[in-house]
């Protein structure tokens, strides 16, 4: 026997939209829905709003595969970044993840995802034969890429795909490299993974 729905159709397609966002599941959807409609003015309005400017105006950047309001995006376009240097991620999250930590002012690179043959995904459903083109496409000029960053998720499908990007880069004459994995700053060896700790080892550097 199915629930019988708690409210009006429209408050429960709402609560069924926000069960589908990443860390919400249907008891946090509901709470969530209470929220933004005892606070409709504050939240729920403005809210709807901003939904629905976004859905109007993002696009995705055809240079990087970033999301943006313009094309190509605020970072291919920021003339302050290195454009000999490109960072590769998986997923825009990984992008505006690096963006916030400010280590670098560099291009990026999203791939939308990693090589998965389990799962049916390959070479050609990635954006990695537009990166290849990219580093090709400039090689001559005076914003010549000379370095790729492979900056992908420590996962078995991560490291795949970054052997996959390095063989594919590998005629193109630019230095292809990648983030250090090991103990990360204010960790404490007896909480970590024993991968983690093999990395580190194998990566140490002199004092």
């Not at 926000?18 to 249907?26: D, E």
């Not at 929220?35 to 403005?46: D, F, G, T, W």
């Not at 537009?130 to 490291?159: F, H, M, P």
Request: glycine content about 8%; proline content about 5%.
């Amino acid at each position: 026997m199915s629930a019988k729905p708690i409210a009006g159709p429209e408050i429960e397609r709402l609560i069924q939209l926000l069960a589908r966002l990443p860390g919400l599941g249907p008891r946090s959807a509901r709470r969530a829905a209470l929220h933004l409609i005892k606070k409709k003015e504050q939240l729920l309005v403005p809210l709807a709003t901003a939904a629905a400017e976004a859905a109007d105006k993002v696009r995705v950047c055809s240079t990087c595969g970033n999301v943006d309001t313009a094309d190509p995006c605020s970072v291919c376009t920021d003339p302050r970044r290195d454009p000999g240097t490109i960072i590769v991620v998986e997923d825009v999250s990984d992008l505006w993840a690096l963006e916030r930590a400010g280590a670098m002012s560099a291009r990026y690179h999203v791939l939308g995802g990693t090589l998965s043959p389990l799962d049916g995904v390959g070479p050609e459903d990635l954006n990695i034969a537009a990166l290849v083109d990219r580093v090709v496409s400039v090689a001559n000029s005076e914003n010549a890429v000379k370095e790729v960053i492979i900056a992908v998720n420590a996962t078995v499908e991560g490291q795949t795909t970054a052997h996959y990007l390095a063989d594919q880069l590998a005629d193109t004459g630019v230095k292809v490299s990648r983030l250090a994995h090991g103990v990360p700053v204010g960790g404490e060896l007896d909480y970590l993974d024993e991968g983690t700790l093999a990395a580190a080892l194998q990566r140490r550097s002199d004092f």
